[in-house]
């Protein structure tokens, strides 16, 4: 595939998933949604537990939430960071926090740790958002490449991405550059 047609194939994935997404997260009833993804499947408990540092993130919208799987590594003793993007130009960080650290708004709808008062991390383990995924652990995110420059920069740290069973798609289109997943977790399974 070329490159435009992958970048056109790409963009219609991306609105498709994303209203899938935005669907199926409003048809699910709140007890549902606060249960999703708060207790680490047993594979993923033994990732966490060897961690030292997880990244992860705050959910935006309709993504799949990761909090319960931070609390949990946080409560075994990993340190926990959050991303950081000050520019596209720029490679994400991921800057300390714990629960109840200030966070402050930043760029595509972020909220994200204070640089002048948090310290940089090095992850052992990426939790991260996507758009959609494949079984070949395939992982479409917003299109502006800061994760897999971040795993580019950290390339022994597990690579977990955290979505909702209804952002599978039989296959995302790749790009030489796009780094893949160590596994996915879902709400109904842990897909390696």
């Given at each position: ?7 056109d ?7 498709r ?7 199926f ?5 709140p007890?549902?949604r606060?249960?999703a993804?708060r207790?680490p499947?047993s594979?993923?408990?033994a990732?966490?537990?060897?961690a030292t ?10 993504e ?6 931070l609390?949990?590594?946080?409560a ?8 950081f993007?000050?520019?596209p ?7 300390a ?5 200030s966070?402050r ?8 740790p ?67 997943l ?7 399974e842990?897909?390696?």
């Amino acid at each position: 595939m070329t490159g435009e047609a992958n970048d056109d194939g790409k963009q219609a994935m991306r609105a498709r998933i994303r209203a899938a997404r935005r669907d199926f997260v409003a048809a699910l009833d709140p007890a549902g949604r606060a249960l999703a993804l708060r207790m680490p499947p047993s594979p993923l408990q033994a990732l966490l537990a060897h961690a030292t540092v997880v990244a992860g993130y705050l959910a935006i919208g309709s993504e799949a939430s990761p909090a319960g799987l931070l609390d949990w590594a946080a409560a075994r003793g990993a340190r926990i960071a959050l991303p950081f993007v000050s520019r596209p130009a720029v490679p994400m960080r991921f800057l300390a926090w714990a629960a109840g650290d200030s966070l402050r708004p930043g760029p595509l709808g972020l909220m994200q740790p204070d640089p002048d008062t948090a310290e940089e991390l090095a992850p052992d383990l990426i939790l991260a958002p996507l758009i959609a995924f494949d079984r070949g652990l395939r992982r479409l995110g917003q299109g502006a490449g800061f994760y897999d420059r971040a795993f580019a920069r950290y390339p022994d740290a597990q690579r977990i991405g955290v979505a909702w069973s209804v952002q599978e798609v039989p296959l995302v289109p790749d790009d030489p550059w796009d780094v893949p997943l160590h596994a996915v977790v879902t709400e109904k399974e842990w897909i390696t």
